[in-house]
């Protein structure tokens, strides 16, 4: 079992609807969660992170935690083609280690 | 504020070479990461500093890989006898340690490591 699984996808939405990424970890002393948008070519760049159980909102993105499930998952509404992109989830375990995933490739429709 | 800087942007050696990348983190981070992506795959951790020491180097595949910081600022990861499997991206990335922080890391744009 890998430590951070994400489906791979791609995840195809059309323009203005919900995009749902999910992300299961196997450590269950992860403590820190983080969502990385990766543009092809381009390195990650960090636009959610989150540590309680719960709900976090960030503009038209929100980050899902649910340590008991060991699962976290990332919406993003009101999708653009701009969203298009490798979404990655990383997941801090004991100590300074961050372990990602592959990445769901996002492909929102026009 | 300047971000994570890394050179060279790509690096093209033949297989027994040795080869030198360098990252240059966000002023006034204390952490620094390397990883290692390759295509269709997240990021792979190699090894973590906090300051000047290597805090965890659990992620380094083999003992060709080396990298320091000796001045707990820029890092040079270092590769020696390349072979084509070392071909990837390096990332680096920093952090910041403090008590509230919560080690949310920035990525540098990579050096794209080609090993003929």
């Known amino acids: 079992q890998k430590e951070v699984e994400q489906n791979s996808g791609p995840l195809s939405v059309p323009e203005g609807a919900i995009a749902s990424l999910n992300c299961t970890y196997s450590?269950?002393?992860?403590?820190?969660f983080f969502w990385y948008r990766q543009y092809s070519g381009k390195s990650p760049e960090l636009i959610m992170s989150?540590?309680?159980?719960g709900d976090k909102e960030d503009g038209r993105f929100t980050a899902q935690l649910n340590k008991a499930s060991q699962y976290v998952s990332l919406l993003i509404r009101d999708s653009q083609p701009s969203d298009s992109a490798t979404y990655l989830c990383?997941?801090?375990?004991?100590?300074?280690?961050?372990?990602f995933g592959a990445g769901t490739r996002l492909f929102v429709k026009a | 504020g300047a971000g994570v800087s890394q050179t060279p942007s790509n690096k093209v050696t033949e297989k027994g070479k040795y080869v030198e990348l360098r990252c240059d983190p966000i002023s006034g981070h204390t952490a620094l990461y390397w990883y290692r992506q390759s295509l269709g795959q997240g990021p792979e951790f190699l090894i973590y500093f906090q300051g000047t020491g290597a805090a965890d180097d659990s992620g380094l595949p083999n003992d060709r890989f080396f990298a320091v910081r000796p001045e707990g600022s820029v890092s040079t990861l270092k590769i020696q006898r390349t072979e084509r499997g070392d071909s990837a991206v390096y990332l680096c990335?920093?952090?910041?340690?403090?008590?509230?922080?919560?080690?949310?890391?920035?990525f540098g744009p990579g050096t794209r490591l080609t090993v003929l």
């Open positions: 990383a997941v801090k375990t004991g100590g300074f280690k961050t372990i």
């Open positions: 450590d269950r002393v992860s403590q820190s």
């Open positions: 989150i540590y309680s159980n």
């Open positions: 990335a920093s952090s910041l340690t403090s008590p509230n922080s919560y080690n949310e890391q920035f």
